[in-house]
């Protein structure tokens, strides 16, 4: 089972709105929007997708890891070497 299982319907609805957030910059753009009133879209939108990423790494540690790291043995290792990836990713972008 993962972690946000759950409170499935809230992970969704938080994408949801994100989604609501892009779609919203496309019809900036088809609109002529000021740019600068795009960019602070973009910025908000980017802002709430790190968000969920950092909600979704909580979920990780707090669960998988934990979880396997009183199991203990070689899927202990893997998923810390999972969690230290996905945090390298997250950090770099």
Known sequence: MV????????????????????????????????CIDVLTQVS??????????LQMLNEHLSCCVRDALAEGGEDANIKIKEAQDAIGRLVRS
């Open 3 to 34: 972690s946000y299982s759950n409170h499935k319907d809230d992970v969704l609805k938080r994408l949801r709105r994100i989604e609501g957030q892009v779609r919203g910059l496309q019809r900036m753009v088809e609109q002529d929007t000021y």
């Open 44 to 53: 908000a939108t980017t802002r709430a997708l790190q968000s969920f990423a």
